[in-house]
Nanobody, 124 residues
Framework: VQLQASGGGLVQAGDSLRLSCTAS?????????LGWFRQAPGKEREFVAH????????NYVDSVKGRFSISRDNAKSTVYLQMNNLKPEDAAVYYC?????????????????WGQGTQVTVSS
């Protein structure tokens, strides 16, 4: 399984971005939870959000609740992260990942496939 993340960029505080992550071959992660993590320079990788296989369960780190939204389209084998009202502290490399479980997890140890990361930079 390969995960390809895209959609990062340089934005100003208060702007929005939508990250996408597509799995190949198609439908290989349809029964897996999917997650987004991020890592800022000098910091450990941090959980951002995860979504269950059918989209029925989502979970977010407190710092992004109300601003970020995770969704998925299994027909396209794609998971999205809509990020609104971005803050400078959101700047990081964002990674998508596919979990071993159907629900996903905030614990990175439950993920066995990782994308290459996409850079998000937020200027104040």
């Amino acid at each position: 399984v390969q995960l390809q993340a895209s959609g990062g960029g340089l934005v100003q505080a208060g702007d929005s971005l939508r990250l996408s992550c597509t799995a190949s071959p198609r439908r290989t992660v349809s029964n897996n939870g999917l997650g987004w993590f991020r890592q800022a320079p000098g910091k450990e990788r941090e959980f951002v959000a995860h979504i269950s296989w059918n989209g029925g369960v989502t979970n977010y780190v407190d710092s992004v609740k109300g601003r970020f939204s995770i969704s998925r389209d299994n027909a396209k084998s794609t998971v999205y992260l809509q990020m609104n009202n971005l803050k400078p502290e959101d700047a990081a490399v964002y990674y998508c990942a596919a979990a071993r479980t159907a629900i996903g997890s905030s614990d990175s140890r439950y993920y066995n496939y990782w994308g290459q990361g996409t850079q998000v930079t937020v200027s104040s």
